[in-house]
């Protein structure tokens, strides 16, 4: 089934990064950050009746795939954005476009056309940060806020220090009930443990 390819691409995509080095990077921890935003991001889109919660899944999980390929292939720069969060600089995604000119969701619009990753999903992550300019703001808002609850719960890490900021034009067009939230959070941190499990070794 397209969910079951979605998924095994997803799950591939991220063990192509396994390999950066420990001193550069977490990769366990990005990967449980990446992890929970998936998980995440399919509960809440069945939260608010969007259909297809596998792709919203596999967009979570790749939401930040602009910067593993940065912390991979752009080690010394990664290394140098880092360093800035510990002097107390501007946010690691404002951080990007000073240090190299460009932002992880672009390394990401870039990634999804060359392997020709549906339009749909690809835009659930390079809009990941401003939802409402997506082709579909709910969807994107999803992931958003996905992303911000992960970080806010500590689940995991993706090199970002700051919570990044709700755009409540987004959180309004997503129309959640507020329990929703309130459910979806015991829920996924529920499944996370399993998948944790299932990708880390448990550890």
């Known amino acids: 089934s397209k969910e079951i390819s979605a998924l095994a691409v ?3 995509t991220m063990e192509i990064f396994k390999e950066i080095p420990k001193d550069v990077f977490d990769v366990q921890a990005f990967t449980h950050h990446s992890l929970a935003c998936g998980v995440l991001a399919r509960i809440l889109a069945a939260g608010g009746n969007i259909r297809n919660t596998e792709q919203m899944f596999v967009s979570g999980l790749l939401h930040d795939i602009g910067r593993m390929v940065v912390f ?3 080690p ?3 290394a140098m954005m880092l360093a800035g969060a510990s002097d107390g600089q501007a ?3 404002d951080a990007e476009r000073s240090v190299m000119g460009f932002r992880h969701t672009d390394i990401a619009a870039d990634l999804f ?6 339009v749909a999903m690809g835009q659930n992550v390079v809009f990941h940060h401003r939802p409402a300019a997506a082709q579909d703001p709910a969807k994107a808002a999803v992931i ?3 992303d911000i609850v ?3 719960l500590g689940e995991g890490k993706s090199g970002e220090w700051c919570i ?3 755009d409540t034009v987004a959180w309004d067009k997503l129309r959640l009930p507020p329990k929703t939230l309130a459910t979806a959070i015991p829920q996924a941190i529920h499944h996370l443990g399993f998948l944790t499990t299932v990708f880390l070794g448990g550890d």
């Open 76 to 78: 010394q720069q990664a």
């Open 150 to 152: 992960a970080h806010a």
């Open 113 to 118: 056309e060359k392997w020709k990753f549906p």
């Open 91 to 93: 946010c690691l995604f």
């Open 144 to 146: 958003h806020l996905s």
């Open 72 to 74: 991979k292939y752009y």
């Open 10 to 12: 997803g799950v591939t």
């Open 164 to 166: 990044p900021a709700l």
